[in-house]
T-cell receptor
């Protein structure tokens, strides 16, 4: 069975600083990995996905993530934080198209001016 | 439609009452998922539909919860005899494949 652990329920960064959100996964087969973002009172929006192609995946809003197989991790990064990046971020994993996504508990990102 | 639509957006109900939550997926999306989001708990999987059948309903927390999907489209999640611990945001998503789900904005259920 798959599982996801997001390290840090709350991360705070200054505007313009590097954003780094951590995600560790457990999967018995090569995983498909996703990052979603949730703004207040909205549903989840797909940021990016890893589906066994390039290990470095670029997403929307300047975010990217690197599939690190040896570390079983999939950290999300952005070189320079904007105030508009403040939201909840969720990492998710599945092992096939027939298995529902398993989500982490989320990391709330705050951006300080 | 253009996106996944959920109704109502907010629902306040008295303990012991039944509630129905509706999800209208993107047209043509064969898979439909229900998740529950509680504060600080992330997203908890409830049930998954492929077409009108539910190959995986392992996440339904009790027999008070049920769901159906008709015509390969609209889905209804029903909670009978609601309890206060059922208070949460119920999210629906649809997809064509595992290449990413499209989520609705959710139904915020409050049981008083």
């Amino acid at each position: 069975a798959q599982s996801v652990t997001q390290l840090g329920s709350h991360v705070s960064v200054s505007e313009g600083a590097l954003v780094l959100l951590r995600c560790n996964y457990s999967s018995s087969v090569p995983p498909y990995l996703f990052w979603y973002v949730q703004y207040p009172n909205q549903g989840l929006q797909l940021l990016l996905k890893y589906t066994s192609a390039a290990t470095l995946v670029k997403g929307i809003n300047g975010f990217e993530a690197e599939f690190k197989k040896s570390e079983t991790s999939f950290p999300l990064t952005k070189p320079s934080a904007h105030m508009s990046d403040a939201a909840e971020y969720f990492c998710a994993v599945t092992d096939s198209g027939n298995t529902p996504l398993v989500f982490g508990k989320g990391t709330r990102l705050s951006v300080i001016a | 439609g253009a996106g996944v639509s959920q109704s109502p957006s907010n629902k306040v109900t008295e303990k012991g009452k039944d509630v129905e939550l509706r999800c209208d997926p993107i047209s043509g999306h064969t898979a439909l998922y229900w998740y529950r989001q509680s504060l600080g708990q992330g997203l908890e999987f409830l049930i998954y539909f492929q077409g009108n059948s539910a190959p995986d309903k392992s996440g339904l927390p009790s027999d008070r919860f049920s769901a159906e999907r008709t015509g390969g489209s609209v889905s209804t999640l029903t909670i009978q005899r609601t309890q206060q611990e059922d208070s949460a945001v119920y999210l629906c998503a649809s997809s064509l494949s595992y290449y990413g789900y499209t989520f609705g904005s959710g139904t915020r259920l409050t049981v008083v």
